[in-house]
Structures are given as structure tokens and as C-alpha cells.
């Protein structure tokens, strides 16, 4: 403490000081009128106080601002200046003087209570003085109340308004920057409270140059501001100009006030808020509009490249072919990348479900915690949009039905705590989300009564797990034995399916009794531009989404003389369904001598088409066949090719299901 | 360039806490015991920011103040006047002199730094 240098400059600078109020009291017996001794008087007590504030000598400032009360009424005139006042001050700066010696000699400022009895008794005697005095006191205390008063209204209104988001409205007055104020430096500082997100410059008041004065300030400011500061804080930013300036600071959609359950669920959105902010920072705000026209515009690209691509190889001249080829490599990596400026992470969809999960164990009385993994997965923005109806489906009968109650669980040797999870991931050419619980699992001899009592299977059919299960999803089938508020009107999971199916997806479900049951939906990675395999069944041309080709076989006659039959070939020693295109699209024209096999598979089963030829990799800029042809089986869109010949996209989910269908009867 | 800031304060033990703390943060700065003094001491230099106490021997505060805002070379310079609670009347006098800014003794030293950065950055 000693070898402090600031400690060591008070104690010497307050010695003086308080010899200074010695020699000054001493001339005020002389002449008790002399207003340049007050007033050095009371200087000096000012700035023994004032230091001993900002150096922290509490004991030393508390004491001194009780003199410095009684000298400031002195110099007023308030107070006379008589014979007991001047002893009584000199006892003070006798006190001061050893409040400060006790310093240089290093003990604890707190710890000599004879000294502190002192010091009472002398601010006693002061305080009767300033009391004598009717209004000051008083006066002093009002102010602190009034200022208590203030600090409440404030903060009663900061409660309303913990949005995090702000409208700052800012009009300068005109002297100040003769004021020496920059308006700058305090939306400067403004970002070191939070993320200015938006700043608009109001310049109409700046007059025609010749009646500019460059001394004053024309300017006006609109700012969105994103901060957790509460109000109060962001005012005190511009506490030096408040007094010339308006200022209005505006809370934006106050939605989230005082409402209970969002609450508990504040801190976790302060997280997201963070997170989200992160991110933000990065990016830019485009119209959907747009961000399609650009791919329109790319898919157009494609099919030009392609075109050229024809041309060269046509032309055959060496080359032409060579710049081709890199112009096709170009255009597949733009094609990428604007697909690519359409993902968005999944995250946030995910998030949504935290609530949903929160308030169904609320409503139940069970205990469920959402566990989310692969928020990161990026999806086409137009199939998040859709997906988020068919997930709150899975989420609500996973959450209804498939975790049991707490005490059921127990007995079960399971945690009493139920698990859903929601993950999704990348897998070769498709995203697979999956939703999955630790409950019961879908219930066999339950779905199969049902659905022989809906006459969808009949008596004695027997069927694989996967087939049992995909009876779910057949219309107007609900096992649920009690419909409750969550979940199972009958409308369900056949409407899982079918919203699913629009975004050219697939769903199924896995399940093990007592254990828990999977569902998993494979989306397509674009909804626009596919790598495609093309195939010829007489003139005409179809595209196969190359993802979903597995391989090609030659049919050979013997085979396809047994297989005219019976609509199934063997594949490496397993049974191969296949599909004739020719005789499902009804060709008429003659059969090519030879006939090949595309092996496809969708959501695990494999499926042949027959076709005439084989053609090879294509890009399919796909577009949509318009309302009219939206029912047509088989086909899920068209694409131009590179001469302009329309080639129909096939519909492998559809035609896999075709094939099942022929199969059963 | 560093910014460089200007404490008048008879007290000595107060602009040291405050160049202490000043210096840490990274401004220059320049000390001044009165409102003479400092006169004295701005020679053309460029000046971010006074700090500067009210109640001060040989020139006060407000005083000061009224002084710069008719230097030409210093008129701009944003001032921050030091004052204690209980000087209301003298806080009325240096509005009517055109100080804005008033951080409120004692203070702590991150209060002050505060109030600065809102004028100056360092």
C-alpha cells in the first residue's frame, strides 16, 4: 500500500490541502468576511474530497463531503462564519489530517475506532449546522428520491421491453459539433453495445449550399439496433446530447413480454439470437425471386452447354472439343454453386421443435427431451419451407404415442426420461431426415387387426416387418386406441407421405418393439438441376435421376422370352421386378433386338425398367410439366436437351411403387 | 496516432488516477493543474478531448471553457467537465457556457473511460 504512487500523492496533495484550510480558517478570524478565503477554503476541502473519491479513501471523502456541505452554505452565505464554526473546522482538518496520516503509516484504514468515534462525533456537530439550515437537507433528499423515482419508471419500462431488437432515432442539433460533439463517434461507440443492423442518413435539412453553415450539423439518423442492453444503456450513449437532440428509442416487436412458458425457454433464445446474429453478419438478405431466376437463367446454361457439347462432338474438330469440355465444367460448377446458394442449414427448423417437444411433455405429463444432431444439413430452402408441417406430425406421434408414461418406463428398466431425436444427414445423392424414439415401437398384431379390419390386407397375407409397417401410411389408418389432443385423428401419416412425396422424397419407418421406432424421410439434395442417366424407349427420350441408378444389364433374348411372362428377372441370384417403359407408355413401334435393363433403387428396393437404348449422362434442367399433367403416373417433369428434343424425367419413387403393386396381383 | 487528452485538475492524485487509467487504455495525455495552465500547455497540438474539473484555482473550469469555445484551433474540441454532486448551480453556469458533457466525481475509472469513448475512440 505504502509503495503505491497514486496513495503516495494523495497523502502529500491532501496534506497541503488541508494545511491550506488551516491557514485560510486562521485568516477567517481576522476577517470572517473575505470571500477569496471562503472560497479557498472551501477549495481546498472540494478537492481533498474529490480525490479521496477517485483514489478510494471512503473514510477521508465520507467525512470531507460533510465539511465541504457546511463550507458550500458558508460561502453562500448561509451559514455565518462565527468563532465555533472556525474551532469546529479546524477539529476537522485535525481529523483529516490524521485520517491521512494513518495512510502513510500503512494500517488499515478501518481498523482505529477511537478515531472513527472522533470523526462521529464531529460530523455531529457539522450536521447540526447544515440542520439550523431549513432547506438543504431536505433539499438533498428530495433530489435522491427524485432520482430514485426516475430509476424506476425506467426500469418498469425496461421490463416491457427485453426484445434485444431497437429503432434508434437520432436528429442532432445544429451547434453540436460546435458543442464538440461528433455525431459519429457515438453511433461508433453505439456498435460497441451491439450490431448496428441498419443506418439510414437523414439528409433533407441540410439547406442549399450558399445558406450551409459548415459548423453545424444538418444530419439525422434512423438505426436498427440489435443488442441485449436494456434501455437505459443505449440512452446513457447519448447522455452528452440528449438535452438538444432528439433522440427516440424504440423497442421492436415487443412479442416475447411475460408470457410464463417462454421464460425458461429465454436463455436458450438468447443463445439461438447469438448464433443467429454470428451468422448474419456473413450474409446478405436476396429475394427469393431473384435467387430463382438465376438458376432458371443457369438451367438455361446447362442446356445451351449441352447443345454445344453436341455440336462438338459432331464437328469433331479437336479443338473445339477441348474448349467444350471446359466450358462444360464451368457451367457444372456454376450449376453447383447456385444450387448451393438455395441450402439452407436445417438447424433452425429443428430448433422450432424444442418448444413443440416442451409443451407436449407439459400437456402429457411426461417427461421427453428433443436431442438434435445434423442442424448443419443443408436442404434446397423450398423443401424446409415444406417439411417442417410433416416433421411436427412425426414429432407430435412420436411424443403421443410412441413414449410411454414415466411409471411404464420405469418398470421397463428404461430412464423415466423419454428420448426423441432428430437428426439428418447427407447420403449419397439424398438428405435423410430421421425421427426417432426411445417408446414402445409401432405395435405388428395391432396395425395388422387393423388393417385387416380395414380391409387393406386380407386374413391370413402374410408380410415382411417393412411391409407391415409401411401400412402406416396407407390413408385414413390410425392405431392409436385413444385419439388424444396431440395427435391421431386418422388424418396422418398417409399425409406425412404424401406432402413428403411432393418434394420427390420417400419416407418409412423402422421399428423394434419396446425399443423405439425410426422414421426416415430421404429428400432429394436439389429441387431443380439433377446429374441424369438418359434412356430411349422407341423415338422417344426419358431421364432417370442418376442417383437412383444402381446399374445397367443387357436383356438377353432367352431372358426376355421367360420374363414376357412373368414381369421379374434374376438379378446376381435375387428376384428383380421390373417394369417394361415400353409397354407402360405405350410404344408401338417395333422392339429393338436387344433390350437393356436399368437397375434402379429407391428407399432401399430395386426395381428394373426395361428400355431400347442406353444413352448415357445427362444434366436435367428439370421443368415442371404444369398443372394439367401433374397426375400423369410414372413421369415427374421434363427437360430439354441440348438439340431442343423435350426428354420426359421419370418418376422412380412412382414406378417403384408401380412395380410393387404389379407384383402383388 | 494515439488520441491525446487533456486532464486539468488541481488535484493531483486525480489526474493521476486519470492518466493512469488514460495511458492503459492507450491515449496520450497531457496534464494541466488549472485552467492557466492549460492554456499554456495547448500550443497548436491536436487536442481529442479536455477533461477538465470546475472548481479549480487561478482559472476555473467554466471559465476555461469559455475561453476555448473562442480559440479558434480548439473550439471543436470536445470538453468533459468534472464536477461533484453538490455543484448544481455551478453545473446550470457551465451549461449556459456550452459544456454538454459532465461525469459526475467520484467517479471510477472505467466510468470515465466510458464516458470518453463516446467522444473519442482511443
Redesign the interface.
Known amino acids: 500500500m505504502k509503495t503505491d504512487p497514486v496513495l503516495q500523492t494523495f497523502i502529500i496533495e491532501s496534506s497541503e490541502n488541508v494545511q491550506e484550510m488551516e491557514n485560510s480558517l486562521l485568516q477567517l478570524e481576522t476577517s470572517p468576511d473575505d470571500e477569496d478565503t471562503i472560497n479557498a477554503l472551501f477549495r481546498a476541502a472540494h478537492t481533498i474530497k474529490g480525490s479521496a473519491g477517485i483514489v478510494g479513501i471512503d473514510n477521508v471523502e465520507r467525512f470531507t463531503h460533510i465539511v465541504e456541505n457546511v463550507l458550500e452554505q458558508v460561502r453562500l452565505g448561509e451559514i455565518k462564519v462565527t468563532g465555533d464554526l472556525i474551532g469546529l473546522l479546524l477539529k476537522c482538518c485535525d481529523h483529516i489530517g490524521r485520517l491521512v496520516d494513518i495512510l502513510s503509516e500503512g494500517e488499515d484504514k478501518a481498523g482505529n475506532p477511537d478515531l472513527e468515534f472522533e470523526g462521529q462525533s464531529i460530523m455531529e456537530q457539522l450536521t447540526a449546522y447544515i440542520v439550523a439550515d431549513k432547506d438543504d437537507l431536505p433539499s438533498a433528499q428530495k433530489d435522491t428520491q427524485g432520482v430514485a423515482g426516475e430509476r424506476k419508471e425506467i426500469s418498469s419500462d425496461n421490463r416491457m421491453v427485453e426484445t434485444g431488437n431497437w429503432h434508434i432515432s437520432l436528429k442532432f442539433s445544429r451547434d453540436v459539433l460546435r458543442d464538440g460533439m461528433d455525431p459519429l463517434s457515438f453511433i461508433t461507440y453505439l456498435s460497441k453495445l451491439g450490431e448496428i443492423a441498419g443506418l439510414t442518413t437523414l439528409h433533407d435539412a441540410i439547406p442549399d449550399a450558399g445558406e450551409m453553415d459548415p459548423e453545424s450539423c444538418y444530419l439525422g439518423f434512423e438505426i436498427d439496433f440489435r443488442s441485449d442492453s436494456d434501455k437505459q444503456t443505449i440512452e446513457d450513449v447519448f447522455e452528452f446530447v440528449q438535452e438538444d437532440c432528439e433522440i427516440s428509442i424504440l423497442p421492436l416487436h415487443s412479442e416475447n413480454k411475460a408470457d410464463p412458458p417462454v421464460v425458461g425457454a429465454a436463455p436458450e433464445k438468447q443463445e439461438q439470437i447469438k448464433a443467429f446474429k454470428a451468422k448474419e453478419a456473413k450474409t446478405i438478405r436476396v429475394d427469393t425471386n431473384k435467387l430463382d431466376q438465376l438458376i432458371n437463367m443457369v438451367g438455361e446454361l446447362v442446356i445451351a452447354n449441352a447443345n454445344i457439347d453436341q455440336q462438338a462432338q459432331r464437328i469433331r474438330d479437336n479443338s473445339l472439343l477441348e474448349s467444350a469440355s471446359a466450358l462444360s465444367r464451368l457451367v457444372e460448377d456454376i450449376r453447383d454453386r447456385a444450387m448451393k446458394v438455395r441450402m439452407v442449414p436445417i438447424g433452425e427448423t429443428f430448433n422450432r421443435f424444442k418448444r413443440v417437444v416442451r409443451d407436449i411433455s407439459r400437456n402429457t405429463g411426461k417427461d421427453i427431451e428433443l436431442v438434435i444432431s445434423g442442424g448443419d444439413t443443408e436442404l434446397d430452402k423450398g423443401v424446409i419451407e415444406k417439411i417442417g408441417d410433416p416433421l411436427m406430425h412425426l414429432i407430435r406421434n412420436s411424443a403421443d404415442h410412441g413414449i410411454e408414461e414415466a411409471d411404464e418406463r420405469l418398470a421397463l428398466n428404461k430412464p423415466g426420461k423419454g428420448t426423441i431425436r432428430l437428426n439428418a444427414f447427407q447420403e449419397t445423392g439424398s438428405i435423410v431426415i430421421e425421427v426417432s424414439d426411445d417408446g414402445r415401437g409401432l405395435n405388428r398384431s395391432r396395425i395388422m387387426n387393423k388393417a385387416m379390419e380395414r380391409g387393406i390386407i386380407n386374413p391370413g397375407q402374410s408380410l415382411s416387418d417393412r411391409e407391415m409397417y409401411d401400412l402406416i401410411f396407407e390413408p385414413g389408418f390410425s392405431t392409436a386406441q385413444k385419439v388424444t389432443k396431440v395427435s391421431g385423428r386418422g388424418v396422418g401419416m398417409d399425409v406425412v407421405k404424401r406432402n413428403i412425396e411432393t418434394l420427390r422424397g420417400s419416407v418409412d419407418v423402422e421399428s423394434h418393439e419396446g425399443v423405439g421406432a425410426t422414421v426416415h424421410i430421404r429428400l432429394p439434395l436439389t429441387m431443380a438441376i439433377i446429374d441424369g442417366f438418359m434412356v430411349g424407349v422407341g423415338p422417344l427420350f426419358y431421364v432417370i435421376p442418376l442417383d437412383m441408378v444402381v446399374e445397367c444389364l443387357e436383356l438377353s433374348e432367352a431372358d426376355r422370352q421367360a420374363s414376357l411372362k412373368r414381369n421379374y428377372a434374376d438379378l446376381h441370384g435375387k428376384v428383380l421386378p421390373f417394369l417394361r417403359l415400353r409397354d407402360l407408355f405405350n410404344e408401338q413401334n417395333g422392339r429393338p433386338p436387344y433390350e437393356h435393363v436399368v437397375v434402379v433403387q429407391y428407399a432401399g428396393r430395386k426395381t428394373g425398367l426395361v428400355v431400347d437404348e442406353l444413352h448415357g449422362e445427362v444434366q436435367a434442367v428439370i421443368k415442371s410439366l404444369g398443372r394439367v399433367y401433374k397426375d400423369i403416373k410414372g413421369v415427374s417433369g421434363a427437360t430439354i436437351l441440348g438439340d431442343g428434343t423435350v426428354a420426359l424425367i421419370l418418376d422412380v419413387p412412382g414406378l417403384v411403387q408401380t412395380a410393387k403393386r404389379m407384383r402383388k396381383v | 496516432m494515439a488520441k491525446t487528452i487533456m486532464i486539468i485538475?488541481?488535484?493531483?492524485?486525480?489526474r493521476?488516477?486519470?492518466s493512469?487509467a488514460l495511458k492503459k487504455t492507450g491515449y496520450e495525455v497531457i496534464e494541466a493543474k488549472d485552467g492557466k495552465d492549460a492554456l499554456g500547455k495547448m500550443t497548436g497540438q491536436k487536442i481529442h478531448l479536455i477533461l477538465c474539473?470546475v472548481?479549480?484555482?487561478n482559472m476555473d473550469g467554466i471559465s476555461f471553457l469559455k475561453s476555448i469555445?473562442q480559440n479558434q484551433n480548439y473550439?471543436?474540441?470536445?470538453?468533459?467537465m468534472?464536477t461533484?454532486e453538490?455543484q448544481e448551480a455551478k453545473k446550470q453556469e457551465g451549461k449556459a457556457a456550452?459544456a454538454?458533457?459532465?461525469v459526475v466525481?467520484?467517479?471510477k475509472p472505467e466510468q470515465m473511460l466510458s464516458?470518453i469513448?463516446?467522444?473519442?475512440?482511443p
Not at chain 2, 485538475?9 to 486525480?14: K, N, Q
Not at chain 2, 473550439?75 to 468533459?80: A, C, D, R, V, Y
Open positions: 485538475d488541481d488535484s493531483a492524485s486525480i493521476m488516477v486519470v493512469i474539473d472548481n479549480m484555482p469555445k473550439k471543436f474540441t470536445p470538453i468533459i468534472l461533484t453538490s456550452g454538454k458533457a459532465w466525481k467520484p467517479f464516458a469513448e463516446k467522444l473519442v475512440l
